[in-house]
């Protein structure tokens, strides 16, 4: 039986990571994310700008204070754009995002929205059209 979310799930591909919220583990999560990116016509620029973002992602939402915690990460491949959600699990308030933390992320994708309350973090990157 089909229900309203199985047909959107067709009108998109999504992949799910769920991986340790420790740092070495920001290296799986960039390179899930710029091999998607590069999969699907994102130029040289923009994978990076990707790389950059994710690990500025990775970066708020690890804690040494909570190594139990894990990152789900759910990356949405639309016509034009990549959507990058990363949440902590469990939810719980982000420390701090740092003025610089916030104007890196403005800087390397078109939308990046921080839940500070919930510990997620939204990054979205449009696929540009080349000349």
Request: negative net charge; charged residues 30%; hydrophobic residues 40%.
């Amino acid at each position: 039986m089909s229900t309203p979310d199985d047909a959107r799930s067709v009108d998109r591909d999504e992949i799910r990571l769920s991986l340790p919220a420790l740092f070495p583990y920001g290296r799986v999560a960039r390179l899930a994310v710029t091999g998607l990116a590069s999969r699907n016509g994102y130029s040289y620029d923009d994978v990076e700008d990707l790389r950059i973002a994710v690990g500025e992602v990775f970066g708020v939402l690890v804690s040494e204070e909570r190594p139990e915690d894990r990152l789900q990460l759910s990356c949405v491949l639309l016509p034009d754009a990549l959507d990058v959600t990363a949440a902590r699990v469990p939810a719980g308030a982000i420390d701090q995002v740092t003025d610089l933390s916030r104007q890196i992320l403005e800087a390397v994708v078109d939308e990046a929205v921080v839940d500070e309350a919930t510990g997620s973090i939204r990054i979205v990157k449009r696929l540009r059209s080349r000349p």
